[in-house]
């Protein structure tokens, strides 16, 4: 945690995945009206039950093998248990934004990660490009931006 602290306060996302460390550059503008516009739209649908669809920006999560993640964005169902460190809820769905030298984190190295741990939608939204990633345990699918989309959960976000 002292490093993580640390690559912080330096302006850098330190996160580590299965033992791996990566990192990136604290976001950019363009990055965070992005996951901010995503963050202003998600929504309940009546598909959602008992699900809150409560986003988070930026949260540190600890998942059950040690490794440490700090999604853009995080969809909980339930509001996660307050840890002083990180939170140790999965949460039902993520969202990353690709930004300069994450894609290969963001595309290759993340969503495998967040599904094998019980993350049930994972999207990797790429500004630049104006497409979007939907990860999900029956694989992949492409989208165009703009679209809304429901979650597994009931939520539903626009991308």
Known sequence: MAEIEAADEAGIKLEITEGLPTWEFHPGLTHQLVIGAVYRSVKRTKRAGKCACLPVEDLLIRFPDGSLKRPDLSIFCETPAEKVEAVTSIPAAVVEVVSAGSGIKDLQLNPPFYLKHGVLDVIVLDPASGKAALFTAQGRTELN??????????????L
Not at 146 to 157: A, D, H, K, N, Y
């Open 145 to 158: 931006l703009p679209t809304r989309l429901e979650l597994q959960c009931g939520c539903s976000i626009a």
